[in-house]
């Protein structure tokens, strides 16, 4: 166990599985107590439970990232129970992929809510209550290599995650004034539930040929990420080392689109 972020109290969202999950374990281990906001409140109180069982400070809400009031009550839960919140991370997000002349409004509109929307109430009600609190505190976002460049087959996530990195710049101009500092992320391809997902809807659309394996093999490191190569970044991220930095997007791609 390490120290780096004891005493401070972390919200994950999508902390269920995954990229979520790694980093609410590795917070833990830095001895930071986290509150797991996910949609699957079983899923995120087996993550809690782990990590309760590892000696670390953990508990799951059920939250949607696209309800403000949902967002506001876990941010207040956190609060009574761990007594105040330093780190944000919106890290919640799905894909749903369609050929580029396929696209419905009803999928962008989901993919963009999710994904964007989410990130925006987050970073607001985080920030609301950093200031309430009058205490510093930091919001990291997970960006995407799909947000510096666009993928044909899922063209809303890579608006979507282009947006994610609009709203950190946005964000960490809005908030530095009052000493919030808002970062991002940007992974590669990671073996995460995601990609399972994603690679049966790909092979239904005939295009398995832009599915995990295919992306995989263009790395430079020579293979995907796991979540845990995300961590330590993301432990940065939380912990004062980054203090003096704001509005950056750190890629985590292995040498794979280089943008
Ligand atoms: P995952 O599917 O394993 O985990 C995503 C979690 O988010 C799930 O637990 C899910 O229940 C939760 N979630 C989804 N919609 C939600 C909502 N509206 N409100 C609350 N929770 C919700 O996926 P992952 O790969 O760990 O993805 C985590 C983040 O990383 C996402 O933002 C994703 O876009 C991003 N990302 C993933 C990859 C990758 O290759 N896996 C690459 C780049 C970025």
């Known amino acids: 166990m390490g120290t780096r972020l ?12 995954g990229i979520g999950a790694a ?11 986290v509150v797991i906001a996910d949609l699957d409140l079983a899923a995120g109180r087996r993550v809690a439970d782990a990590i309760a069982a590892a000696g670390g400070a953990a508990v799951a809400v059920e939250m949607d990232v696209t309800d403000r009031a949902a967002v506001r009550a876990a941010i207040d839960m956190a609060v009574a129970r761990f007594g105040r919140l330093d780190v944000y991370f919106n890290n919640a997000g799905m894909n749903s992929p369609m050929r580029f002349l396929d696209i419905t409004e009803k999928n962008f509109e989901l993919v963009l809510k999710v994904n964007a929307l989410g990130v925006l109430i987050g970073t607001q009600e985080a920030a609301k209550q950093f200031l309430a609190q009058g205490s510093p505190g930091k919001v990291v976002n997970t960006a995407s290599i799909a947000g510096r460049t666009g993928f044909p087959n899922f063209a809303p996530y890579s608006a979507a995650k282009a947006a994610v990195i609009s709203l950190t ?12 500092t808002v970062n991002a992320f940007a992974p590669g391809v990671v073996d995460t539930p995601l990609w399972t997902k994603l690679d049966v809807e790909l092979a239904e659309m005939g295009a398995a040929d832009s599915g995990f394996a295919s992306m995989a093999g263009d790395i430079l490191l020579g293979r995907p990420a796991v979540p845990d190569d995300i961590v330590p970044t993301a432990i940065f991220l939380a912990a004062s080392d980054s203090d003096y930095i704001t509005g950056q997007v750190i890629p985590i791609e292995g040498g794979m689109i280089l943008v």
């Open 6 to 17: 004891e005493g401070k109290t972390i919200i994950v969202t999508g902390g269920a599985s």
């Open 23 to 33: 980093i609410a374990r590795g917070v833990a281990r830095e001895g930071a107590k």
């Open 169 to 180: 710049q946005a964000g960490a101009r809005a908030l530095a004034p009052d000493g919030i």
